[in-house]
T-cell receptor, first 109, second 113 residues
Framework: KNEVEQSPQNLTAQEGEFITINCSYS?????LHWLQQHPGGGIVSLFM???GKKKHGRLIATINIQEKHSSLHITASHPRDSAVYIC???????????FGTGTSLTVIP | NAGVTQTPKFQVLKTGQSMTLQCAQD?????MYWYRQDPGMGLRLIYY???????DKGEVPNGYNVSRLNKREFSLRLESAAPSQTSVYFC????????????FGPGTRLLVL
């Protein structure tokens, strides 16, 4: 069983919709990352969280340490948001990332 | 700045052949990583280097070797390629270990026949 579970696996939305992607993990962590993988394959880091909430443009990431859960929200979704969104956690004091399998998002005009 | 660069972008090997994947970063980062990405699975760590001169095994090191040539460069070598090593390989770097943001290269698509 993967220590990092994401849901949904696939998501299709109409342009303008509010989108939520969820990440649950089963181990103690020191940080959680959200990454975006473009259709061409490139991977970029969106957020690093250890508590609370962060916002960047139309993207909002939250984490609940007690519930071992994080969400990534996209407001006013746009076709250019179509990508795979990946959750990764860093265990304890370690330096290794453990990745979820990703959520494939398609935003239709 | 180029960020993290990887060569080659695409490679086809026959079973038993060897090859080295090259990775370089120009951000003066201390830590570098090699991952593989397979369909239906998350990225998995092959090897990492927390700092120049050190390397450590990750989750799936079998069949691979690495060299941290200097602070900029971290190479991944397949001594005797197997079809199970068909994958997309990503190199990444971070300023330090301990969960810092990682910056990824564009990936190398490897097909082993």
């Amino acid at each position: 069983k993967n220590e990092v579970e994401q849901s949904p696996q696939n998501l299709t939305a109409q342009e303008g919709e509010f989108i939520t992607i969820n990440c649950s993990y089963s181990v103690g962590i020191s940080a959680l990352h959200w990454l975006q993988q473009h259709p061409g394959g490139g991977i970029v880091s969106l957020f690093m969280l250890s508590s609370g909430k962060k916002k960047h443009g139309r993207l909002i990431a939250t984490i609940n340490i007690q519930e071992k859960h994080s969400s990534l929200h996209i407001t006013a979704s746009h076709p250019r948001d179509s990508a795979v969104y990946i959750c990764a956690v860093v265990r304890g004091t370690g330096n290794q990332f453990y990745f979820g399998t990703g959520t494939s998002l398609t935003v239709i005009p | 700045n180029a960020g993290v660069t990887q060569t080659p972008k695409f490679q086809v090997l026959k079973t038993g052949q060897s090859m080295t994947l090259q990775c370089a970063q120009d951000m003066n980062h201390n830590s570098m990583y090699w991952y593989r990405q397979d369909p239906g699975m998350g990225l998995r760590l092959i090897y990492y280097s927390a700092s120049e001169g050190t390397t450590d095994k990750g989750e799936v090191p079998n069949g691979y070797n690495v060299s941290r040539l200097n602070k900029r460069e971290f190479s991944l070598r397949l001594e005797s390629a197997a079809p199970s090593q068909t994958s997309v390989y990503f190199c990444a770097s971070s300023e330090a270990q301990g969960g810092e943001t990682q910056y990824f290269g564009p990936g190398t698509r490897l097909l082993v026949l």
